[in-house]
């Protein structure tokens, strides 16, 4: 099986600036994609940002041209650096896996168990 663990959410002020670390453990055969959602109270978790094991990424566009995302292959760890927070980035954010691990070879979705980010205004 494969494993996640999100860290450094927490609490910064609107305008400040947070990097999110997600790695994954296991026995990992393949890591084609890595990702993260964010999921405020009442509403839908939603897509932030991805990235692929060819460093092709896509962002959803509230929150292009303030976060970059980055993976480190040798790590099996993805990064979400957030600038210029505002106050609806305010969630719990999900680190997002599709991978695939020795004893299981088909590609799978896996999901961390969330960090949190608040942004006061």
């Known amino acids: 099986q494969v494993q996640l663990v999100e860290s450094g959410g927490g609490l910064v002020q609107t305008g400040g600036s947070l990097r999110l670390s997600c790695a994954a453990s296991?026995?990992?055969?393949?890591?084609?994609?890595m990702g993260w959602y964010r999921q405020a109270p009442g509403k839908q978790r939603e897509f932030v940002a991805i990235?692929?094991?060819?460093?092709?990424?896509n962002y959803a566009d509230f929150v292009k041209d303030r976060f970059t995302i980055s993976r480190d292959n040798a790590k099996n760890t993805v990064y979400l650096q957030m600038d210029s927070l505002k106050p609806e980035d305010t969630a719990v954010y999900y680190c997002?896996?599709?991978?695939?691990?020795?004893?299981?070879?088909?590609?799978?979705?896996?999901w961390g168990q969330g960090t949190q980010v608040t942004v006061s205004s």
């Open positions: 296991g026995s990992i055969f393949r890591l084609p994609a």
């Open positions: 990235i692929g094991s060819d460093s092709v990424a």
């Open positions: 997002n896996a599709v991978a695939s691990s020795y004893s299981d070879m088909d590609d799978k979705s896996y």
